[in-house]
């Protein structure tokens, strides 16, 4: 049986231009054009080494956030669901995917009420949480896990903790027995039965990592948090997150995996 964790396909999207202006929370510097492209395409060479075949799309000027392809659609390997993004500027993001997605899945749902991100959506071995946010409505996350329920996946609403864009920029699993979370996650008692490595003090944003196939994807600028996944005997694959995190973004963001 396959790992929650073992993709053999994703889809990415070049950043555009506009990408510098992106959404953010803070007022801090804007990432520049081509250290976004960098990064982006560190990402996709770095998914391709896990063994993951990438339908790379074309940037999307009017999209400035389209390149965080993980927000308007959610995908498993059974099946495609376009999202109702939260953010105003990112709700025409969803049809954009329907093309690509559509090659790949025939029947792709569409989200029938309220609103959800997928950076909001965590796929456990036994369930699928739904965090709450400012992007992910109790009527988007009740329509979310009413599709996941028609595909024989259990699905769960929880709280994502103030002050943070989307679920899993607090929380990622490392493998099928534990989850890595910032303290606020780890403290909130989500993950029963689970172990729960707290982030270091400092590196919380490390939090928004990603295990693809048999390696983990992490931001290179948290060096504990790496050293601690390395002892936990995990290959690491250390991967530039400095101007994507700019605009809010983790590793997570870039890709739909399924
Ligand atoms: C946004 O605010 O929507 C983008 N600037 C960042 C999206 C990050 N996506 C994610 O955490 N899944």
């Known amino acids: ?14 950043p555009a231009a506009s990408v510098v202006d992106g959404l953010r929370a803070g007022s801090g510097p804007s990432p520049a054009f081509y250290g976004v492209q960098a990064e982006h395409g560190a990402y996709v060479a770095a998914l391709g080494e896990a063994g993951v075949v990438v339908d790379v799309l074309p940037p999307l000027e009017a999209f400035p956030d389209s390149i965080f392809v993980e927000d308007p659609a959610f995908v498993l390997a059974e099946g495609a669901i376009l999202l109702r993004p939260g953010a105003p500027s990112r709700a025409g993001e969803a049809e954009t995917l329907a093309p690509a997605l559509a090659a790949h899945f025939g029947t792709v ?19 699928v949480l739904i965090g709450l946010s400012a992007r992910t409505d109790r009527a988007g996350a009740e329509a979310l896990a009413r599709w996941l329920e028609s595909l024989g996946r259990r699905a769960r609403i929880v709280a994502t903790p103030p002050g943070m864009l989307h679920f899993k920029t607090a929380c990622a699993l490392l493998d099928e027995e534990t989850v890595i979370a910032t303290p606020a996650v780890a403290e909130a008692g989500l ?5 729960v490595l707290r982030t270091s003090e400092g590196e919380e944003a490390a939090a928004n990592l990603l295990r693809v196939n048999d390696v983990l994807l992490v931001g290179e600028s948290f060096p504990r948090t790496i050293e601690r996944v390395v002892n936990r005997r995990h290959a690491v694959r250390p991967l530039a997150v400095e101007q994507i995190g700019r605009i809010d973004a983790g590793l997570s963001c870039m890709s739909l995996r399924w």
């Open 191 to 195: 993950f029963d039965g689970m172990d």
């Open 109 to 127: 749902a569409r989200l029938e009420a309220g609103n959800a991100d997928g950076g909001d959506v965590l796929i456990l071995p036994d369930e």
């Open 1 to 14: 049986m396959s790992r929650v964790f073992d993709f053999s396909h994703a889809i990415a999207r070049q």
